[in-house]
């Protein structure tokens, strides 16, 4: 088996463990930056673009989203969670800030 084969096994165990959650949205929202984790520490060995990781990350959660048997689940997987990838990568890589004492102080 290559190195890149073998690195993707254990990647996909990784997201499976990553996955054991309660199906629910706020659960997959705290496993969703875990996820990019896995997938990051991974591509080490795979190099793959930040468009197959985002392609492979998104695969995996609409077949998990799909085996919940709950819609709202799979309208968030579709719709909430390209975006919500898109701006932590923003804020990763320090091109977006968000001001959390402002925006605390606007919500009390």
Same mark, same amino acid.
């Not at 959660?61 to 579709?78: G, P, T």
């Given at each position: 088996m290559s190195k890149k084969s073998n690195e993707l096994l254990t990647l996909n165990r990784q997201v499976e463990q990553l996955l054991k959650i309660e199906p629910s949205i706020d659960s997959l929202m705290v496993r969703i930056p875990m996820l990019m984790g896995a997938i990051e520490r991974s591509n080490r060995i795979l190099n793959w673009s930040g468009k197959e990781k985002k392609t492979h990350l998104m695969d995996v959660? +609409? $077949?998990?989203? @799909?085996? #919940?048997?709950? *819609? *709202? +689940? @799979?309208?968030?997987? $579709?719709n909430v969670v390209p975006p919500l990838i898109d701006t932590l990568i923003l804020v990763d890589r320090k091109e977006l800030s968000i001001k959390i004492k402002k925006c605390?102080? #606007?919500c009390w």
């Open positions: 959660l +609409i $077949k998990w989203s @799909q085996s #919940r048997d709950n *819609e *709202e +689940i @799979q309208y968030f997987v $579709k605390i102080s #606007r």
